[in-house]
């Protein structure tokens, strides 16, 4: 036992640090610690209500590409047209994109990115 530990103890504040709880923490939620931070992101958000709005825009304003869960919306058809227009004008507004991945996913990118929505067959 080290000489802190020892004063820890004898304050009441010793605490082993268990490296699995700290890594799963919400506090090293966001960060990688194996690579050097990048200068963009693609972040998945689940999109509900109007509040996931402003944070979707705040990301794409970050240069952030969102993968947006829409699953929750799909039974509620008027909240989810609603929301993906908002989504739709501010990035019109921004320049940047939209694009629908399979049934229950949205991409939105960020201004000056933008989606190619034509698929191409590889060669035979």
Partial sequence: MGFFD???????????????EYMNSDEMANVDVMNEPADFYVKPVILKDEEDI??????????NIIIADISELMKRENTRKELIAKLKEYITKINGDIGQLGVD???LTPAKVKIIKTKKQPPK
């Fill in 6 to 20: 020892k004063i820890g103890k004898n304050l009441g504040t010793s605490k082993e640090l268990d490296i699995e």
């Fill in 54 to 63: 402003s944070f979707i825009e705040a990301e794409l304003d970050k240069r």
């Fill in 105 to 107: 996913k949205v991409m």
